[in-house]
C-alpha cells in the first residue's frame, strides 16, 4: 500500500519534470529550425498548429486537470526560456521585446486552455469538449496557409513564395488530430462545425492581435 501510494505522489512530479525537458528540448529545436533556412521547416514551429496539438495532447492524456495544467504552464515557459537563450548564446541575437508577451501567454493562455479542455474531454460533454477542441482547430488554421493554397488551386489566387503549401499540409494533419482527440463520436463531429465559424474569425482576430502587438509586422 505504501508503495502504491509513493508511486502515485511520484506520478504528477515526473509528468511535470518530463514536461521541463521537453519544453526545454522544443524550444532549441524551434530556434534552430527558424536558423535552418528551410522555409517549411520553419514554417512548423513559427506558426501556431504544432504548438496547438500539444496542448490539445496534454488536456487529453495527462492524468489529472491540475497536473495537465501545471505541466502546460512548465512546459512553454521552459520553451520561450530555451528559444530565447539558445537565440542570444548560439545565434547571437538580442531576445526581442515581445518575448515577453509569450512568456505572459505561457503562465496564462496555455495552462487556462489545458485547464478548461482536460474538463470539458473526460467529461465526454459533446458540446463543451466539441467547443474546445474547436477553438484548437481555429488557431491551428488561423495562419491561412489553407486557404491561401486552396485560393491558388482555385486559380483565385497567384501562388508565390508566400503561398505556404508545406505548412497548409501540416495544419490539415494538425487538424485531423485534433478532431481524432474527442473522446466520443459527436466530440468529433461538433468539433468540426464549431470549427468553421471560429475559423473565419480567429484569422481576422489573431491577425489583428499579433500586428497590434509587435508579434508580426
Known sequence: MAQSSLRVTRTPLVIVGLSLLVGGVLGFVAKAADQSGVNWLADVTTYP?????????LARFVPGRVTATVSAA??????????????EIVYGFPTPRFAMIWGVLAVTAC???VFITSRALRRANPVLG???????IAVTL????VIQVWLSLRGLLEASPATRFGQALFDVVCTVGVIAMGRTRWQRILSLAFAIPLSVAAV??????????????
Open 49 to 57: 498548429a504544432l504548438w496547438v496539438v500539444v496542448l490539445v495532447v
Open 142 to 145: 488561423s495562419d491561412e496557409s
Open 130 to 136: 466539441a467547443a474546445a477542441l474547436a477553438v484548437a
Open 204 to 217: 481576422f482576430v489573431i491577425q489583428d492581435i499579433a500586428f497590434a502587438s509587435g508579434l508580426i509586422g
Open 111 to 113: 495552462p487556462l486552455y
Open 74 to 87: 512548465v512546459l512553454f515557459v521552459a520553451m520561450c526560456l530555451s528559444y530565447y537563450a539558445t537565440s
